[in-house]
């Protein structure tokens, strides 16, 4: 049974840090792309960030300088580290394991940055 199980979210004030979570089990880890997404209120999920399996990286333009997002395999978990956080990053975050054709989701955690 593959699980994607995040922490980390809360309430944090505008230009704030939060790092996130993302333990996996049921999955050979180290083979999956994994990916942080995020769903705000009456808007669709988008990608924040993703890192292969080699390490390669890529970001959504408005995280760009703010957001890292890393893996450590032996503990078969991705973080991603939130810093100067603002208002519109308020939203549900989700991580997303992909290995083609297999993809899974977790439950998500919530994230707000208050004003």
């Known amino acids: 049974q593959v699980q994607l199980v995040e922490s980390g979210g809360g309430l944090v004030q505008a230009g704030g840090s939060l790092r996130l979570s993302c333990a996996a089990s049921?999955?050979?880890?180290?083979?999956?792309?994994m990916a942080w997404y995020r769903q705000a209120p009456g808007k669709q999920r988008e990608m924040v960030a993703r890192?292969?399996?080699?390490?390669?990286?890529n970001y959504a333009d408005s995280v760009k300088g703010r957001f890292s997002i890393s893996r450590d395999n032996a503990k078969n978990t991705v973080y991603l580290q939130m810093n100067s956080l603002k208002p519109e990053d308020t939203a549900v975050y989700y991580c997303?394991?992909?290995?083609?054709?297999?993809?899974?989701w977790g439950q998500g955690t919530q994230v707000t940055v208050s004003s």
């Open positions: 890192i292969f399996s080699g390490g390669l990286t």
């Open positions: 997303n394991a992909v290995l083609t054709p297999r993809a899974y």
């Open positions: 049921g999955i050979i880890f180290s083979a999956y792309s």
